[in-house]
Each structure stands twice: as C-alpha cells, then as structure tokens.
C-alpha cells in the first residue's frame, strides 16, 4: 500500500513537473529521508511529504491563482504577491483532495517549505532543510550548512532561515513573516539551548 502511494504520486510527478525538477525532488527525498532517519521522524511521512512538496511548482501563476480561488483557499496578500510562494499550499490541498492523504504531519511539511513558520513541527523542519541540502543543490553555504545539519537540525533550520532572508533582501522580493516568525522562535530556542548548556 505505501509503495503503491509512492509509486501513484511518481506517476503523476512526472506529468506535472519537469524533469529537472523531478530530479531535485527526488534529492529531497533522499535527503529528508536520510534527516529522518538520523533525528527519530517517521521515514514513510518524510518520503511522501519530500514526493509532494514542489508538485505545484511549475504550475503558472494564473494556476496558482486561478486553485487558490476554485478552492477557496486562505491566502495573505504577500503570498498573492510572491505567487511562487503559493505552490506550497496548492501542493498540500492537492496532497488531500488527488492523493487521500490526511496525515497533518505531511500536509503541514508540504504547505509550509516554502516560507517555513513557527513552531515547526519535526517532519516540517525536515522537510524545510531537506529542500536546502539536497545533493543537487549548489550555492553558496550549501556546504556549510549540510554540516551543520549532521549536528543539529535546529540550527541547520535557523541558517537556512538566514540563508533564505539574506537572499530575499538581496533580490528585492517580498520576505513572507512567517519566515521571520520562524526565524526568529528557533533563534530563541538556540539561545536557550545555549543558556542551559553554560549554566551546567
Ligand atoms: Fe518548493
Ligand atoms: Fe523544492
């Protein structure tokens, strides 16, 4: 039945997205399932949510949109207006309503990798940097930070929350607040994780 699901979603992939795109997916899912493994999530989620996470991606933005609308989907306006931000959402209500996925664990993962947000649960940090470190992925700090998350996933997800910031400045779009919220809660926790560590 999983390997079935799997498959299905592969199947229908390959129609949606490009082969290129096909190819970084498939490094998410390596990737995800790898972080999985190493920090207690559940593999079968992170393979399925890792599957789904960019399937709205090539989709244009009239798609986007013109889903959003059909769905009656909620959407802030910097969404709206950073449409390609938007893909994240489609992905999870298209993971629901194609795929018969209900699991809140895979449909948060899928929904939010692409602004990230508070409070992230562990599947949706996953998932978050998993997008980042993949093997095809070739950036500057793609090194550093695939280091850092062999030591700590929190703070590998709070780098590529900075990663992410640093580049949404430098090429003048709009920065979504749950990136900043996100941010700046794990920056918290990592300072407090830090407090602890020097009071023993
Ligand atoms: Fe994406
Ligand atoms: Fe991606």
Do not use: C
């Amino acid at each position: 039945m999983k390997k079935e699901l799997v498959e299905h979603i592969k199947e229908k992939l390959k129609e949606v997205i490009n082969q290129k795109r096909y190819i970084h997916t498939l490094g998410v899912v390596d990737a995800a399932v790898y972080l999985a493994e190493k920090y207690g999530a559940d593999l079968h989620e992170a393979e399925i949510a890792a599957l789904l996470h960019d399937y709205a991606k090539d989709f244009t933005e009239e798609q986007l949109k013109g889903y959003i609308k059909k769905h009656g989907l909620e959407v802030d306006e910097v969404l709206m207006e950073a449409y390609q931000l938007l893909h994240g959402k489609v992905a999870a209500h298209i993971a629901r309503v194609e795929f018969n996925i209900h699991n809140e664990n895979i449909l948060k993962a899928v929904e939010n990798h692409t602004t990230g947000a508070a409070n992230m649960g562990k599947l949706e940090r996953i998932i978050y940097l998993a997008d980042f470190i993949e093997v095809g992925r070739n950036y500057q700090g793609v090194d550093e930070l695939r280091l850092l998350a062999e030591e700590n996933l929190d703070r590998a997800v709070l780098q590529a929350f900075n990663n992410t910031i640093h580049y949404v400045l430098s090429i003048g779009k709009l920065l979504h607040p749950n990136t900043i919220h996100g941010r700046n809660e794990l920056l918290q926790q990592v300072k407090d994780l830090r407090g602890d560590l020097w009071q023993k």
